[in-house]
């Protein structure tokens, strides 16, 4: 299982993506302005808030699996030290609040994800991005998009054509350097004959973009994450 | 019938070949970063990622490599599964992370600009064995700084534990993906880009 | 209008990777007016694909010019790609996006169209192919057959001047067939040019105006179907049993 | 023998990503003997290609067992894909070599047959898509026809027990198309079961002893060539123009 976006009316769902982007820009920023426990916890609070929003539940974190043992290491890393006291509490502590406050961020990021197609993403960079850039960039990203099934395919459809062959047999190396060549091989064949597809389908750099529009649910949302970097602005000055 | 042509600014046959070029490697990174191990010596997972970062720099060089990277980090801001174990999203740009993430660009530009002197890309054929070992060594370093820099400030580590949970127990790992790295780039099997 | 003239292409090295390359197209010269319905026949290897492929650019001929609505081709890319559309032989190699309504999109947004133009354009070309409703189905779930029909569809939403298609009949289903070459007849009505290469003139035959056919990448046969359908089985092409059945067999004929 | 029982398969989200699913194939029960040429037809996204990648496990079914040689296939993978040769529908999902010779020599070189044994397996199965003396040609540069003649080369290279080609003639000329099927009847004399998935009878039903038709992933027919003909249009599949004129359209009647 892995995070991906889940088709889906919540609330968040019908946010368009900029004012996701900013809810997650502003609570980043906020979380950082607030490394407290007080401001942590009322942040926690509004991150399962956003999470809730866009359907979502402790199920979707666990795709954040692999940062756990960094969370829970580094505070214990922190506090030790190499001479007596050997373990210094405070020291633990902040990092311990540092940690945290990266699940939190991840905690919204999550909901971001799960509300919020690729199509929409794209637009969203585009329209913030004026000119050639964002337009490589929106391209470019939907493409990545595109390229991940696709080179999970060419890995397995390497390993299906090898198995099917009477590959099966062979020892494990051997099948993983078969396997690997194959699908290097076939995924940059893949992005050559994209490259000629976009070609020939007058991919320009000013396309029609997507439709966004701002709905009524919007203007708070954009409230909440531009509060939330106004107060992070108002600590830091 | 006919349309007008006059407002269609086409990317033209190169950029668009190797804008999917560079999105290919974007995504064999993100493929990369499922592939983790745990470090016996560190909290932090090795992972593959680094490799993907070197063969972006060493296939597609120094512009179009780096944009590679670039279009990784922005693809997974926006929720493509691509980060270690196949996270996603913002957060993991400003996680305890960041400072590996944010070097990837760096990295492969650097690596591309050293294996092709330049801009221009040359026959990975005339490329001899000490520039390849070379370039990947700077990537390293390049990585290893921004990432133990970033796990000094985001977790709030002190100098020598972010250097050591940071840098020093993944030299091992890091070898052996320059010897893959190098492993590929030197089969002919594969006849990339 | 488009104007082939004396076009060659070579492959370095060729199929074998020896010194001296192939000639996958010799010498070509032809022309195919607006609103023309062509065939191009000719065995597998005989250079159909590459020579097709010289028409918006994608191949660059090593001799002689190609021209587009009076265009040379390799004077304006844009002109050539807008004014040609194509149908690649194989479909995976053309689909562009994740979902099949963004795919079929994809061309039309690319020519700044507005909204709701492209919205009819891309409703329009599903319905084409018997895809009308499933634009929200994921490209990479899709059957084999069902992967060309939107390949299909692609090209048809550019409503291009010229429309190629290069083996699109091979994995559809027949009504998926039928329906196609319904919009084919169609089109040609409205003064498109339609060119479609193949092996196997069964499926087309009824509906062409003439048929080219190649050997080792030269023009052997210019001529009207009835009578090139003497010559073609010897290229190795698949003709009607009989001429006159063909209505029957397709359920096409004119 | 492969005996298919109660088989279903079921495509998580199936192709639009919506909850519970698309079913691919539907309690399909089937059984072919040794030496039976068989016919697997349906519309485009019928679930042809889904139930014979049961055949060799490359689709593990949701409910059902199949078994080959009396074994089944879950039990011993291996067996089941050395018994059970397969042509992929793509035939770029199947090549793993970079040259023609290299990839045609796969599938025996993991048999662990001697060189001499390979070196003739090789050139017969290569001189049965008229590829003969191809075998140095590089794969990346073939046209798609010669494409789908290698893979094809590559299964007949196993000399299975049952052979089964997923739609193998949509990008043949003529002449390799004969030349296959040629082969494939004297495959049959020698008690190899061949399975033909298609929508397109006109080619192969000649040679057919049996059609079973699939309609949303379940059987409506299995029933004698002459018999299927009459509900198969029904199912969007292409029949021959008249039953009778067959061997005159394909030229490889019985
Ligand atoms: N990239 C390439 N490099 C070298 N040779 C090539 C390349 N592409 C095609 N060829 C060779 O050029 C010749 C013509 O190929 P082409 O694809 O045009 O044939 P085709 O008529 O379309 O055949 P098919 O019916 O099989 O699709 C073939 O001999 C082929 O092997
Ligand atoms: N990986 C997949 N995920 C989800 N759905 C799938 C997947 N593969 C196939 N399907 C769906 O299952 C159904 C049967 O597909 P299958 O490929 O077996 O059809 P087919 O009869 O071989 O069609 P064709 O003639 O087009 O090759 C189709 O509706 C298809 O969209
Ligand atoms: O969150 C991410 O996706 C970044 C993971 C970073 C892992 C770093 S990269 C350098 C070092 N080498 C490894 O194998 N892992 C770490
Ligand atoms: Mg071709
Ligand atoms: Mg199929």
Redesign the pocket.
Known sequence: MTLSYVPGDSLAHRLDPRSKLLVQAGFAAAAYAYTTPRGLAALTLLAVACLRLAGGGPRDLWTYRAAFPVLLVAPLVAGATLGPPWFRVERAATTGLASYRVLLILVVAAGYVRSTPVRESRAAIQRAVPGKPGQFLGTGVALVFRFLPLLKRDLLTAREAVRARGGGALPVRERVRLVAVAGINRAFGRADRLGTALNARCFAWNPTLPRLALGPADYPALAVGGGLALAAVATLA | MATSTESVDLVGDEAATNLARAALFAALVGAFAYVTFPNPVSPVRVTLQVLGVFLAGVYLGPVWGGASLVLYLAAGAVGAPVFEGGSAGVGQLVGQSAGYLWSYPLAAAAVGAVVHRGATLRDLDTVGLPTLVGSMVLGTAIIYALGVAGLALVLSLGPVEAVTVGAAAFVPAEALKIAAAVGIVRSDAVAAA | MIDVDGVTCRFDGGATGEAGGVVAVDDVTLSVPDGEFLIVAGANGSGKTTLVRTFNGLVEPDAGTVAVNGAPVSDDLVAARTAVGMVFQDPRDQLVAATVGADVAFGPENLGLAHEEIDRRVDDALAAVNMDGRGD?RI???????RGRVAIAGALAMEPDHLVLDEPFT?L?EPARRSVLDRLRDLRATGTSVIVVTHDLRDVLGLADRVVGLSTGAIVVDDAPRAATETLPGLGVRVPGGFDRLSANTGSGP
Not at chain 3, 140 to 146: H, I, Q, R, V
């Open positions: 189905d990479a779930n899709l059957s084999g057959g069902e994995g289903d």
